[in-house]
């Protein structure tokens, strides 16, 4: 259906076209023509080309919606300049009354059906008029089927002119309600937190949605039409594996598990594949960075691990603590007899000494195995950790010239004083440990920010302790095991020591972890939450 600016543009055309090429005939042909006939012409010849010059300026140049007032006067005039020509070439004779037709043919376009049948009348009106009042004919049966053919057209063309419209409408609602599901599929997509991507049949590119983009390290721009093994070689190869097998098979692939690498990064992510459209071989993918749920798998286990642990070591410490204290106590009795020599007294020192450190070494295993929140109360976490740190640093373990600052905000906390203590302690003593003489090490209190935090856990007003070093950084093969039990990077170390933080930290429903590069050091990051209460996901 055309709209109503083209159908205008065709009446300027029409009625110019017709006007002029009935003066130029009767120009021709003056000599024939009566005088006032000419000037009737010429005028209705220069007052068409007026009229759709100043119409065509309105619509076209100042591109103003032409409203029902203007379509009707358009209309009128129409109807005037057919009935003049009608009336200059004959009247009823006259080969331009099909004109009629063309101008209700316009009006069953332009206006409603009911309207469209007023400038039938109107045409049917003008007609009679000009052939009664100036050539009344006879009342033959060819002039009553001329004005039945006028009303025929008009009902006819209004009918189809209503139904074309009807359509039109609904075709225009229709694109409307695609255009909407479009934007709204598109804002769906770019808003997802997963990539999206799409392969056509030809194993080229086809959609890439921002996430996407961001995961893979690819500009949709660029990449769209290129071939997705080539994307896809070195920075996820396994993708590119699975994609290739589901536009082969048309066998979709739910939670296939591989490694992104963009650069020294490297992560885990989910993979789902789907086959579109089976046998044009198009293939949709969505995956997820993983690294995180992995992350948190990753802490569960290892609580599950300690907690076994720690069960199995507050049982054996039980077992062999006791025996070992009558052990230690019978070989000081010894010792006090007169008739032991210098080589006895050297050998139950010797026992004394290491019962002692055996007992130490259980005193460990039973703190490992009893971490638990015992009393919370609010607490100013940068003055216990101050403490701890200060602590720390007057171990006889601890080489001289370590250097330990700590700085912060004052963040208030509820929670077990002793064993926020002993969290730091351990932590602020390793650094210094793994620094060396001359080491550095930073204690940072602050409140806690979103990036702190690993996806799938929430906190109520998170606090954070950092302890960095500047040590020569954990081994990779030490890093992923460096929270279990009897795991140690140090000589004489019993391992357990990080063990001990991991527990303090989980009574205190919070988490740990660590970061560490080779010759750059480490940090070790402890999330608290303030008030005691976390709500973690499955």
């Keep these: 259906?055309?709209?109503?600016?083209?159908?205008?543009?065709?009446?300027?055309?029409?009625?110019?076209?017709?006007?002029i090429g009935i003066y130029v005939a009767a120009?021709?042909?003056?000599?024939?023509?009566?005088?006032?006939?000419?000037?009737?012409?010429?005028?209705?010849?220069?007052?068409?080309?007026?009229?759709?010059?100043?119409?065509?300026?309105y619509t076209e140049v100042r591109r103003v919606a032409p409203g029902q007032t203007f379509l009707y006067v358009q209309t009128l005039f129409d109807l005037a300049l057919v009935t003049a020509v009608v009336h200059v070439t004959g009247g009823f004779t006259s080969n331009f009354a099909p004109?009629?037709?063309?101008?209700?043919?316009?009006?069953?376009?332009?206006?409603?059906?009911?309207?469209?049948?007023?400038?039938?009348?109107l045409a049917g009106v003008l007609y009679f008029?000009?052939?009664?009042?100036?050539?009344?004919?006879?009342?033959?049966?060819?002039?009553?089927?001329?004005?039945?053919?006028?009303?025929l057209v008009s009902l006819a063309a209004g009918w189809i002119a209503s139904k074309v419209r009807a359509v039109a409408s609904e075709r225009q609602i229709l694109e409307e309600e695609v255009e909407r599901l479009r934007l709204?599929?598109?804002?769906?997509?770019?808003?997802?937190?997963?990539?999206?991507?799409?392969?056509?049949?030809?194993?080229?590119?086809?959609?890439?949605?921002?996430?996407?983009?961001?995961?893979?390290?690819?500009?949709?721009?660029?990449?769209?039409?290129?071939?997705?093994?080539?994307?896809?070689?070195?920075?996820?190869?396994?993708?590119?594996?699975?994609?290739?097998?589901t536009q082969r098979d048309g066998m979709s692939v739910r939670r296939f598990e591989a490694e992104i690498k963009r650069g020294d990064d490297v992560f885990p992510f989910g993979l789902t594949t789907t086959s579109?459209?089976?046998?044009?071989?198009?293939?949709?993918?969505?995956?997820?960075?993983?690294?995180?749920?992995?992350?948190?798998?990753?802490?569960?286990?290892?609580?599950?691990?300690?907690?076994?642990?720690?069960?199995?070591?507050?049982?054996?410490?039980?077992?062999?603590?006791?025996?070992?204290?009558?052990i230690r106590s019978s070989v000081e009795q010894l010792s006090r007899s007169m008739q032991t020599g210098e080589d006895e007294k050297f050998l139950t020192q010797l026992v004394v000494r290491e019962s002692d450190r055996l007992s130490g070494l259980l005193s460990e295993f039973l703190d490992f195995a009893r971490v638990r929140v015992t009393q919370r109360v609010s607490l100013n976490l940068l003055t216990v950790v101050t403490e701890a740190a200060r602590m720390a640093g007057e171990h006889p373990d601890c080489r001289s010239g370590s250097q330990v600052t700590i700085e912060g905000d004052d963040v208030e906390i509820n929670g077990d004083e002793d064993l926020i203590h002993s969290i730091v302690f351990?932590?602020?003593?390793?650094?210094?440990?793994?620094?060396?003489?001359?080491?550095?090490?930073t204690v940072t209190v602050r409140h806690g920010q979103p990036g702190d935090i690993p996806g799938g856990i929430t906190f109520e007003g998170p606090a954070v302790i950092m302890v960095s070093d500047t040590g020569p950084g954990i081994p990779s093969d030490l890093l992923n095991r460096l929270f279990e039990p009897f795991v140690t990077g140090r000589v004489g170390g019993t391992g357990l020591g990080l063990a001990i933080v991991q527990r303090a930290v989980d009574a205190h429903q919070g988490v740990v972890y660590v970061e560490s590069n080779q010759g750059v050091g480490t940090v070790f990051t402890v999330v608290l939450p303030s008030s005691g209460n976390t709500g973690k996901a499955a």
């Excluded at 259906?1 to 006007?19: F, T």
């Excluded at 000599?31 to 300026?57: H, Q, R």
């Excluded at 069953?108 to 009348?121: C, D, G, K, V, Y």
């Excluded at 054996?316 to 204290?325: D, G, S, T």
């Design 276 to 326: 579109i459209n089976v046998g044009e071989g198009n293939v949709s993918a969505i995956f997820t960075d993983i690294s995180e749920s992995k992350r948190i798998e990753d802490l569960k286990l290892r609580n599950e691990r300690l907690e076994a642990v720690a069960e199995m070591s507050a049982s054996l410490a039980h077992e062999i603590k006791n025996p070992l204290a009558s």
């Design 426 to 441: 351990n932590l602020v003593l390793n650094a210094i440990q793994a620094a060396g003489e001359g080491g550095k090490v």
């Design 1 to 19: 259906m055309p709209d109503v600016r083209a159908l205008l543009r065709l009446a300027y055309i029409g009625r110019v076209c017709v006007a």
């Design 27 to 57: 120009a021709f042909y003056f000599k024939e023509v009566e005088p006032g006939i000419l000037v009737m012409v010429a005028s209705a010849a220069v007052l068409s080309v007026s009229v759709s010059a100043v119409s065509a300026w």
């Design 129 to 151: 008029a000009v052939i009664f009042w100036f050539n009344p004919p006879d009342l033959s049966v060819a002039l009553w089927l001329q004005l039945a053919l006028f009303v």
């Design 184 to 245: 709204e599929a598109s804002d769906i997509l770019d808003n997802l937190r997963s990539g999206i991507l799409t392969m056509d049949g030809s194993g080229k590119l086809s959609y890439l949605n921002p996430v996407a983009e961001q995961l893979l390290g690819l500009d949709a721009e660029a990449a769209i039409g290129e071939s997705v093994n080539d994307l896809l070689a070195e920075v996820a190869p396994e993708m590119a594996r699975v994609l290739s097998l």
């Design 99 to 121: 004109l009629y037709i063309l101008v209700i043919s316009l009006s069953s376009l332009l206006f409603p059906f009911a309207s469209s049948l007023l400038i039938t009348l």
